[in-house]
């Protein structure tokens, strides 16, 4: 779905849809799109695998959106009915109506979405932002959350480091192709390279969409109250070598402070782990979800 106010030209939403496309050729498995409306706006949703598994709904970090999952898309849909969201005022598919301006807005958005898809209880795994919005519905409605995966949740844990802002400023100074491309890479340990899809896809966002319709996100670290209060089973990855954060401190606080926690580091991973270290990501989510005994409805 279009909606032209969001990008500086028509010329521009045209490339930036056709660079979500190709990245979205790169799921190697049957999918289909939703478009569902929330009073947050239309929210895309690429879905995958079989109706009958139980459901599975991936949130995507900031900056980016669903396509994004290309590299775990297969294993988790063979055994999960897959819900892939664009966030809604995120790049991607999604058209909103309003901003997710506060934590409430960001559950109550990801609570619509679920209810109008009849998902009354789910697996949910998020990634970078997505993990904080993962962790935000954790805290909101835990009813609703059969297994809760956080892949390096931004913010929620600690603050985001100095780094983070170094390497993201040129951006933002200079919006030129090489500096998108520096910063892209920052954040994984095996280099894309510069024509890969999802590399043209953050640069031609970055470039395509209008700086006052891009959301920089609501994110903050959640007290110890909060994290103690998880009941939910939780699993939580961070990249070994994820600049954006301090791992070691990270997992620290959550085996510290999460009740029903597994966490580890993935090895060799930055930021973009999922990516850069697929295979032992999916292999460790996949050992942690164990999909027969996974009691949905």
Not at 17 to 28: E, F, K, P, Q, R
Not at 149 to 169: D, E, T
Request: charged share 20%; with cysteine.
């Amino acid at each position: 779905m279009s909606d032209t106010t969001r990008f500086r030209t028509p010329q521009d939403e045209a490339r930036f849809m056709a660079a979500y496309d190709a990245t979205l050729s790169l799921w190697n498995v049957e999918h289909q799109p939703l478009e569902i409306t929330t009073s947050f706006g239309v929210t895309h949703v690429n879905v995958a695998g079989s109706p009958g598994l139980p459901p599975l709904v991936l949130l995507h970090g900031a900056q980016i959106s669903s396509p994004v999952w290309y590299p775990n898309i297969k294993p988790l849909s063979s055994h999960f009915r897959v819900y892939a969201p664009d966030v809604v005022d995120q790049m991607g598919r999604s058209v909103p109506a309003r901003r997710l301006k506060t934590p409430q807005d960001c559950a109550n958005w990801l609570i619509e979405l679920l209810d109008e898809l009849h998902l009354d209880r789910i697996i949910l795994i998020g990634h970078s932002q997505g993990g904080w919005l993962a962790l935000n519905l954790a805290t909101a409605q835990p009813e609703r959350i059969e297994r809760l995966v956080l892949l390096s949740p931004s913010g929620s844990l600690g603050r985001m480091r100095w780094q983070f802002l170094f390497h993201m400023l040129p951006v933002f100074i200079r919006p030129t192709k090489r500096n998108f491309y520096r910063a892209f890479q920052w954040m994984t340990t095996a280099p894309l390279g510069e024509h890969h899809p999802l590399a043209e896809q953050f640069m031609i966002g970055a470039q395509a969409y209008k700086p006052q319709e891009l959301s920089t996100g609501v994110a903050s670290r959640f007290s110890d109250e909060a994290l103690q209060g998880l009941a939910m089973s939780t699993l939580l990855l961070i990249g070994d070598r994820d600049g954006t954060c301090k791992p070691h401190a990270e997992l620290e606080r959550a085996r510290r402070l999460v009740p029903h926690l597994e966490a580890e580091l993935i090895a060799n991973g930055g930021h973009l782990f999922p990516v850069d270290q697929a295979d032992a990501t999916n292999t460790r989510i996949l050992a942690f979800l164990k999909p027969e005994q996974a009691d949905l409805h």
